[in-house]
Each structure stands twice: as structure tokens, then as C-alpha cells.
């Protein structure tokens, strides 16, 4: 469990009976949560939960079917003031296989408006082990590495909440731990994590919250005196059965 | 309104080195163009009907569907690997998006034209002289006019799985005024009359492309807000 302490002061991110639905299919139905700068909310649960979902609403890339959700005390969808607080990690790189890394990285640099991108776009990637290879195309990259470029990229601007979708998808024993120790850095800098994951190791090692997602609902929450890893994984293991 | 077109041209500036980089866009395009322009030079018996009849249909069919080629590479390059997500997920707004689109489109379609007219100009044997910055007018008034639309039923085809069939079925009913407009003025022009004649048709693309333009900005964002 993380031993990172939450900096106090009103939630960086809050849902309350928050609900998104396509048509007649809700994805996500009634999730409520709060978290603070500093903390980690992991989030598991079976494929088809609505955990992808609730991150592209926390995104601002959905509007919220009903319920409320703010980000940085911006109600959602808060446009381009909510989106520029948050750094969106999916395991869809969203990179430009003919661009260079250091290319990608740069254009999201400036997509957010960050003063000095150049030095940003080097630490960024540093930061990620990729800078001797930040002159190759994306294309030529490995998938690990293409997963190392586009943390670095959604990293490039300091957000202050990472949401984070299977970020450990593609990446190597090195990548993962790289990943683990920087989204450590950030909860401890202050920043807030939101993390989608099967990995549960990897998962609860980060979380001051942690949660199982089934059908849209967070069946179990706790924060972070009530996480026991041994009864997450028996849920989480229940919740992946009766899903099918 | 400055930074909305400041990361429209960031954005756009993306879409051009990603289309320098690969040229498959461009190359399709130009070889279509080319080829499409020989094609009808010799489906016509030129006894029968003069080039400077032939020559303005021939011009602004052939530009219509090279353009579709790279309107379609505009949103198929964010389609691969959901790059779109990282550009929506940013603070541009969404106006700024479909801008930057646009603008890497006309770039597109405007250096696809200084291929094809040049081509056509000589293959046709056309009088250019004095009629070459008329005919810049209406090249432009509809490119821009195409690409607008176009960009919109780009975004829109490129969420589906018959994105490359659709494309054409959505944009080429509202080419029909841009073809129709930009062939006629054309026609005047070669044909001598004075460029006041062809007034009507230009006055129709400027207006279609104010109409449009406006249009398919505001529309834009709720193609990728559902």
C-alpha cells in the first residue's frame, strides 16, 4: 500500500452518482468518489465494467449522463480548464506512428501551452528512459517504448490528476517499474492518480482508495486504512467469475 | 479567437508533417488527378467538342475526387492508435480541431491543384493569359468551399467501419454546388466572355463557403461529443 500522504484541502477529483449511458446500455451507473491531491484511486474490475468509461468522463472526452463530477473544482464537462489539469494515459498510445517521439511529445507539449517546451519535452522523456530514442519514429519504437512515449507525452504538461487506463499494457519489467516509481513521484508531488488496471500488485501498491467495478457500480470502495490486498483479490477474482 | 487559430495552425502544422513525412496522400492524389485528366482527354472526340468545353468539367471532377483522397487521411491518421483522444483531451477546443483540419486540408487540396491545373493547362492546350488570376480565385473559393465540408463528413466517416465508402456518399451530395459554380465560372473564362459574366457563379462559392465554413466549425464538436 502507499505510504504517500494526501495534502489535505477540498477533492481533486469528485464524482457523485455519476452515470453514463449509451442508449439503453449504462456504463457507468451511480459511481460516487472523492479523492484528494496526493492520492490514488485504483480502480479494478472484469472487462465491460465501465471503468474505460468513467475515465473518458473524468477525461472530459464524455459528458455524464446524470450525476455530477469535478475535476480541480471544475463541474464536468469544464472544457479546456478541466482538461488542461488532467493527463490522459490509455493503452491506446494516441501517438503518430510517422512522428519522432520527441515530436509527439512536443506537440502535446504545446497543444497545452507549456512555457519552455523543449526542456519540458527532454525531462519528460528522461523521465521515461526514452531520450536516446526521442528521434525515432514512434513507428520504429517497440510497443513498451511506444507505452513510454505516450506516459512521457501525457506527463509533459505536470497535470494535476493522471488518469491512467491499463497503463502497464505493452510495457517490460523495467517499464513497469519505471511507470510504478514515476506515478509514486507524482502522488508524493501532489498530484492525483486515477489507475484502471488488471495488475493488482502494481495496482494496490500505489492506491490510498481502491475499488472493484462490476457493471457500472463500484460493488466495493474503501480508502486507505480499509484496503486489505488479500480480500481485494478475492473479489476482484469474484467479480471477473460472475462477469463471464 | 487568436489562440483557438494559433492551435488550429499547431495542429495543422502536425497533419502537414505527417503528410511530408509519408506523401501517400499527396502521391494518390496528384497520380489520380493525372491520371483522371488523361482519361478524358481521349474518352472525347475533339472534333466533336472543343477543349474549352471540355476542359472545366474535366478540371473540377477530377479535383473533386483527388480531394477525397486526402480528406479521408485527415481523421484516418487519429484514428490509428485513438491519437484523436490525446487531441480532444487537451485544452484546444474542439473548434480549434476542426480548424486545423481544415487548414492542412486546403494546404492539401491547393498543392494538389498547382499540379492538376498546370497539367491541364498544358494537356489541354487551354489559353491561360490573362485569365490566370480569375482562375485562382475560383480555385481557391472552391477549395475552401470542399474542404469544409468535406472535413466535417471526414470526422463524421471516420468513427465508422465504412468510413471510406461514406466519406463520398456524405460530401460528394454537397460538392454538387461547388463542381456546378466553379466549372461555370471556368467555362466563362475560356470561353472569353468577361470575367463579370461568371460573377453569378463566383458570388455562389463565396457564399457557400461563408455558409459552409461557419457551419462546419459549429458543427464540428458535436461529431466527437456524444
Known amino acids: 500500500m502507499s505510504s504517500t500522504i494526501s495534502s489535505g484541502g477540498p477533492p481533486i477529483v469528485e464524482a457523485t452518482d455519476l452515470v453514463r449511458a449509451f442508449g439503453s446500455r449504462t456504463a457507468v451507473a451511480g459511481v460516487s468518489f472523492s479523492i484528494l491531491p496526493g492520492d490514488c484511486l485504483a480502480v479494478f474490475g472484469p472487462n465491460g465494467a465501465g471503468k474505460t468509461t468513467l475515465l473518458r468522463v473524468l477525461a472530459g472526452l464524455l459528458k455524464p449522463t446524470s450525476g455530477s463530477a469535478r475535476v480541480a473544482g471544475i463541474p464536468l464537462p469544464g472544457g479546456a480548464q478541466a482538461r488542461s489539469r488532467v493527463g490522459l494515459i490509455s493503452h491506446h498510445t494516441m501517438l503518430y506512428d510517422a512522428l519522432s517521439a520527441r515530436e509527439n511529445v512536443s506537440f502535446a507539449a504545446r497543444l497545452y501551452g507549456v512555457r519552455d517546451p523543449r526542456t519540458r519535452v527532454d525531462e519528460s522523456l528522461q523521465r521515461m528512459l526514452m531520450l536516446e530514442r526521442a528521434d525515432a519514429p514512434v513507428r520504429l519504437l517497440s510497443r513498451g517504448m511506444q507505452q513510454r512515449v505516450s506516459i512521457a507525452r501525457a506527463m509533459v504538461h505536470q497535470p494535476q490528476v493522471v488518469l491512467a487506463d491499463e497503463p502497464y499494457s505493452g510495457l517490460d519489467d523495467s517499464g513497469a517499474r519505471s511507470l510504478t516509481a514515476l506515478l509514486g513521484e507524482l502522488q508524493s508531488s501532489g498530484t492525483a492518480v486515477i489507475i484502471v488496471t488488471h495488475n493488482l500488485a502494481e495496482g494496490l501498491s500505489l492506491a490510498t482508495h481502491a475499488a472493484v467495478m462490476q457493471r457500472g457500480k463500484f460493488v466495493r470502495y474503501e480508502t486507505r486504512d480499509g484496503i486489505d490486498p488479500t480480500s481485494y483479490v478475492a473479489t476482484y477474482r469474484e467479480a471477473v467469475a460472475s462477469s463471464g | 479567437m487568436v489562440d483557438t487559430l494559433l492551435a488550429a495552425w499547431l495542429i495543422a502544422r502536425k497533419d502537414l508533417a505527417i503528410e511530408f513525412r509519408t506523401r501517400s496522400a499527396f502521391v494518390s492524389a496528384v497520380v489520380f488527378a493525372l491520371l483522371g485528366l488523361v482519361i478524358f482527354y481521349y474518352s472525347w472526340d475533339p472534333t466533336a467538342v472543343g477543349v474549352t468545353d471540355l476542359a472545366p468539367g474535366v478540371l473540377w471532377i477530377v479535383f473533386t475526387f483527388s480531394g477525397l483522397l486526402g480528406l479521408h487521411r ?73 474542404v469544409a465540408v468535406g472535413t466535417l463528413f471526414s470526422a463524421m466517416a471516420a468513427n465508422t467501419r465504412l468510413g471510406e465508402l461514406l466519406l463520398p456518399m456524405l460530401a460528394l451530395p454537397f460538392f454538387l454546388p461547388i463542381v456546378i459554380g466553379a466549372s461555370q465560372a471556368t467555362a466563362k473564362l475560356l470561353s472569353g466572355r468577361p470575367i463579370v459574366e461568371a460573377g453569378a457563379w463566383l458570388k455562389l462559392l463565396l457564399a457557400f463557403d461563408l455558409v459552409f465554413v461557419v457551419a462546419a466549425t459549429l458543427t464540428y464538436p458535436f461529431t466527437v461529443e456524444d
Open chain 2, 74 to 146: 485527415s481523421f484516418g491518421v487519429e484514428s490509428a492508435d485513438h491519437a484523436i483522444d490525446g487531441l480532444l483531451a487537451s485544452p484546444v477546443s474542439r473548434e480549434a480541431v476542426f480548424l486545423g483540419k481544415a487548414m492542412a486540408n486546403l494546404i492539401f487540396v491547393v498543392a494538389v491543384q498547382l499540379v492538376a491545373i498546370p497539367a491541364l493547362v498544358l494537356f489541354y492546350n487551354l489559353p491561360l493569359g490573362d485569365i490566370a488570376a480569375p482562375l485562382i480565385a475560383i480555385a481557391l473559393l472552391a477549395a475552401i468551399g470542399l
